[in-house]
C-alpha cells in the first residue's frame, strides 16, 4: 500500500511569488490534514478535510493560504503571496474516517518550503 | 492557550528504559498521542491513548492520567535506531496540538 505523498519535496521561491503544494493521501483516507512546522517551533496544525469538505480551517494563518480537496483525493495548498514567515516544513497526513484507526495519522515527507 | 510541555532532550544508554512525559493544557481532549520521528523524515504513529491508563504495543508503552492532564511513553530495550525525536500531541476537536518534541539520545 502506496504511503502519503507529497510533492515537490522542496521549494525554493522569492518572497512575493507563488507556490502551490500537493499530497496524496493513502487511497481511501476520507481525512487529510495539513500541518506546518516552522524551524526551532512545534508542528501547527493548519486544517483538516473530510472528504471534499473543509472540518476545520481554524489553524490557517491568513488568507495568503488557499487549501483545496477537489473530488475528495489529493489536496493542494497555495500560497500566494508567499513571505519570508512563511517558510518551514509543510506536512500532509491522512487517516481512515472511522473506527480505531481514525486517530492514527499517516505522514508524508513533508515539503520543505524556503522563502527568499 | 493551549500548550504542551515535553523536555527537550533525553539521553539514555542502549539497552536501557526511557520515560518521556508530556503535561498539557488544551481546552478540549479527546486523546493523547505520540509520533515518532527521525532526523528529516516524516512523523510516524506510535500510540494513541483516550482512556486513563497504560497501553503496551511491543517496546513501547504510553500512559495518560487525564485527572493530572499528564502522560508519557516508555521505552524499554532501547536500541539505537530509536535515537528520534518523540512528540505528544493531543487531539483536541478535529485537530491535533503538538507538544516541541523531546530528542532522544541513546549511547552504546
Known amino acids: 500500500e502506496a504511503g502519503v505523498t507529497q510533492f515537490p519535496s522542496h521549494s525554493v521561491i522569492e518572497k512575493g511569488q507563488t507556490v502551490t503544494l500537493r499530497c496524496d493521501p493513502i487511497?481511501?483516507?476520507?481525512?487529510l490534514y495539513w500541518y506546518r512546522r516552522v524551524m526551532g517551533k512545534e508542528i501547527k496544525f493548519l486544517l483538516h478535510?473530510?472528504?471534499?469538505?473543509?472540518?476545520?480551517e481554524s489553524g490557517m494563518p491568513n488568507n495568503r493560504f488557499l487549501a483545496e480537496r477537489t473530488g475528495g483525493t489529493y489536496s493542494t495548498l497555495k500560497v500566494q503571496p508567499a513571505e519570508l514567515e512563511d517558510s518551514g516544513v509543510y506536512f500532509c497526513?491522512?487517516?481512515?474516517?472511522?473506527?480505531?484507526?481514525?486517530?492514527?495519522?499517516?505522514f508524508g515527507p513533508g515539503t520543505r518550503l524556503t522563502v527568499l | 492557550g493551549q500548550s504542551l510541555e515535553q523536555p527537550s532532550e533525553v539521553t539514555a544508554v542502549e539497552g536501557a528504559i526511557v520515560q518521556i512525559n508530556c503535561t498539557y493544557q488544551?481546552?478540549?481532549?479527546?486523546?493523547l498521542s505520540w509520533y515518532q520521528q527521525h532526523d528529516g523524515g516524516a512523523p510516524t504513529f506510535l500510540s494513541y491513548?483516550?482512556l486513563d491508563g497504560l497501553e503496551e504495543t511491543g517496546r513501547f508503552s504510553s500512559f495518560l492520567s487525564r485527572s493530572d492532564s499528564y502522560g508519557y511513553l516508555l521505552l524499554q530495550e532501547l536500541q539505537m535506531k530509536d535515537s528520534a525525536s518523540y512528540f505528544c500531541?493531543?487531539?483536541?476537536?478535529?485537530?491535533?496540538?503538538w507538544g516541541a518534541g523531546t530528542k532522544l539520545i541513546i549511547k552504546p
Open positions: 497526513a491522512s487517516s481512515q474516517a472511522l473506527g480505531k484507526h481514525y486517530n492514527e495519522q499517516f
Open positions: 487511497s481511501g483516507h476520507d481525512n
Open positions: 478535510f473530510v472528504k471534499e469538505s473543509k472540518q476545520d
Open positions: 488544551t481546552s478540549g481532549f479527546y486523546g
Open positions: 491513548n483516550a
Open positions: 500531541a493531543v487531539r483536541s476537536n478535529y485537530q491535533l496540538i
